[in-house]
Antibody, heavy 119, light 110 residues
Framework: QVQLVESGGGVVQPGRSLRLSCAAS????????IHWVRQAPGKGLEWVAV????????HYGDSVKGRFTISRDNSKNTLYLEMNDLRVEDTAVYYC????????????WGQGTLVPVSS | QSALTQPPSASGSPGQSATISCTGT?????????VSWYQQHPGKAPKLVIY???MRPSGVSDRFSGSKSGNTASLTVSGLQAEDEADYYC??????????FGGGTKLTVL
């Protein structure tokens, strides 16, 4: 079955960097676009970024553009999110989610990893 | 771009139906048929229940249905059961490789 497992979360100070990972299994990873979606504590969902199946195309939400970088290693079935210049408002649970064949449906989700940004 | 607009709460008695609306603009909900709905129980990851306005993924109960009229999409849950009590989020492709979610609706089964 499809499985997505995020890791790398943890407390980080404002202005610092952190890299999240998402390990995929149970499907052909290199055939799907993959997204990052986040959820601040007690708040709604926010789309963060997407990367195409082969890594050629990358797109970001306005709130993270220029600070976050999405990447993937299809040989390792792993997705990454490099987060720089972190802000308190980046505090959230970060989910990776598989894109459907048309990219813009999130048909499977990981369990999420919490990133608290605090001094 | 602003988030899509959902009512903060909705409710219904067991066996009845509940409908949740999701209002956007002609640049997102009204402009594309890439509207999806996600169910989230407390402390859990979201789960896809409707995609492309009215399509139901394999394994999702046929009590869940979706529709769209103009800039407003709707999710209807019929034959409400206790397990349907959760937060529900709509989402839509918004052009220019961007995606918007709604603020979420807490569905209570009375």
């Amino acid at each position: 079955q499809v499985q997505l497992v995020e890791s790398g979360g943890g407390v980080v100070q404002p202005g610092r960097s952190l890299r999240l990972s998402c390990a995929a299994s149970g499907f052909i990873f290199s055939s799907h676009a993959i997204h990052w979606v986040r959820q601040a504590p007690g708040k709604g969902l926010e789309w963060v970024a997407v990367i195409s199946y082969d890594g050629t195309y990358k797109h970001y939400g306005d709130s993270v553009k220029g600070r976050f970088t999405i990447s993937r290693d299809n040989s390792k079935n792993t997705l990454y999110l490099e987060m720089n210049d972190l802000r308190v408002e980046d505090t959230a649970v970060y989910y990776c989610a598989r894109g459907s064949r048309l990219w813009w449906t999130f048909d499977s989700w990981g369990q999420g990893t919490l990133v608290p940004v605090s001094s | 771009q602003s988030a899509l607009t959902q009512p903060p709460s909705a409710s219904g008695s067991p066996g009845q139906s509940a409908t949740i609306s999701c209002t956007g603009t002609s640049s997102d909900v009204g402009g594309y048929n890439y509207v999806s709905w996600y169910q989230q129980h407390p402390g859990k990851a979201p789960k896809l229940v409707i995609y492309e306005v009215n399509m139901r993924p394999s394994g999702v109960s046929d009590r869940f249905s979706g529709s769209k009229s103009g800039n407003t999409a709707s999710l209807t849950v019929s034959g409400l059961q206790a397990e349907d009590e959760a937060d529900y989020y709509c989402g839509s492709f918004a052009g220019n490789n961007n995606f918007l979610f709604g603020g979420g609706t807490k569905l209570t089964v009375l």
